[in-house]
């Protein structure tokens, strides 16, 4: 039987050709239109200052995608050597808010501010940029040296003690060394005023990250400060300190036994805070202890046990902070700070070491290709899981 022949399929018309070239023309314009709407957008967003996300106030740019920073300097008081730095810090970003360089986390504003033990210290000269009391009418941020003064009456009204015993075996030294009587009172000193001023000084809650730097601290330059501070703010750290260390009862400290004596739940931590960043959200946490309990603990113990109990709380550990330890002597050498010139070392107590440290690094700024590998940039060590934790 003869099989039948299949039947073909049709051929497409001359019509059928045209209308699928209609089809491609119609995508084809349909992007190109969409192309244009999307680039007049751009144009639109990058004239009125919004692509950049800035705004002008007052001639300085208004970064809305990252915090305000600022730096505390601790002091007793204040050394020639520290006002000169916080100077440099001024002014290396004096010039910057004059270049108005782009909108990134490296370009960050840094103001500075400087407390004293001495309550009743005053600076010798007006030099520029100089030193001007916070609140006074011609003191602005970015503009100087900004000075925190408060008396002991107002710091023990408002509870703001205890956070630095340690304050009293210097005390107790120096009165024993001037042959007088050390009668012990409250614990105010520089550590409690430059906390009374971030958490309720108008001029300084709005702060989102403020680093506080002991006077033995060494900061090589403004650049490595600047490149520290946008490690922070790229990791959205809340907490930035040395390295952190739990509690072992085989290896004795000396301020355990606040905590014990005011049983304080464990775990606990401890660590150096002699340079230290804290974030916005933590200093609410510290705030709330503060409210709860009526008073600080030590703060080598209490700030980085809370950072670690609070699990929101994002711990950043940089290695530019290894460098950073307690010995009874000075340790650092110039090899120390050439190896690693945007580290912050301390201690380095006699502050004449400071100058010619800087002198020896000419002052000069790191590019970020010659860093350590490292000391690159990273969220890992940043990273917390996010959960409510209930305050201790």
């Not at 005053?122 to 925190?148: N, Y």
């Not at 430059?194 to 300084?204: F, T």
Request: glycine share 6%.
């Amino acid at each position: 039987m003869l099989s039948q022949p299949q039947p073909q399929p049709p051929l497409p018309s001359a019509g059928t050709g045209a209308r699928q070239s209609g089809k491609s023309l119609r995508r084809l314009l349909f992007a190109l239109v969409g192309f244009v709407v999307v680039l007049l957008v751009a144009s639109v967003l990058s004239s009125t200052r919004l692509w950049d996300r800035t705004m002008d106030t007052g001639g300085s740019p208004l970064r809305l995608e990252q915090p305000r920073v600022a730096i505390v300097f601790l002091c007793d008081s204040p050394a020639n050597e520290t006002l000169s730095f916080a100077g440099d810090i001024v002014t290396y970003y004096a010039n910057r808010r004059r270049r108005q360089q782009p909108s990134d986390p490296s370009a960050a504003f840094i103001d500075v501010f400087l407390v004293a033990d001495n309550s009743t210290w005053q600076p010798e000269s007006m030099r520029q940029p100089h030193v001007v009391p916070v609140g006074r009418s011609d003191w602005s941020p970015g503009s100087a040296i900004g000075l925190l003064q408060y008396d002991m009456q107002t710091l023990v009204a408002a509870n703001f003690t205890g956070l630095n015993v340690a304050v009293h075996n210097k005390r107790r030294s120096k009165a024993k060394h001037e042959g007088t009587v050390y009668k012990r009172g409250p614990t105010v000193g520089s550590w409690e005023k430059a906390m009374y001023a971030v958490l309720r000084d108008p001029a300084l809650v709005d702060y989102g990250l403020l680093w506080f730097a002991e006077q033995d601290v060494f900061i090589p330059s403004p650049e490595a400060l600047d490149l520290l501070t946008a490690k922070a703010l790229w990791s959205n750290a809340d907490y930035v300190s040395a390295p952190l260390s739990a509690y072992q009862p085989h290896l004795p400290w000396g301020f355990w036994n606040e905590f014990e004596g005011n049983r304080y739940p464990r775990p606990w931590y401890r660590g150096m805070v002699s340079f230290v960043g804290l974030g916005r959200p933590y200093l609410n946490v510290l705030e709330a202890y503060r409210s709860r309990h009526g008073k600080f603990l030590f703060l080598e113990s209490l700030l980085p046990t809370l950072a670690v109990v609070v699990n929101t709380t994002r711990i950043l550990q940089p290695l530019e902070m290894t460098t950073i330890s307690y010995t009874s002597h000075d340790t650092v050498t110039i090899d120390d700070v050439v190896r690693y010139p945007n580290n912050i070392y301390h201690p380095i107590r006699k502050l004449s070491t400071h100058e010619a440290f800087r002198e020896a690094l000419g002052r000069k700024p790191v590019p970020v290709w010659k860093l350590p590998r490292s000391a690159t940039l990273t969220r890992r060590s940043a990273t917390r899981t996010p959960r409510s934790t209930p305050l201790p």
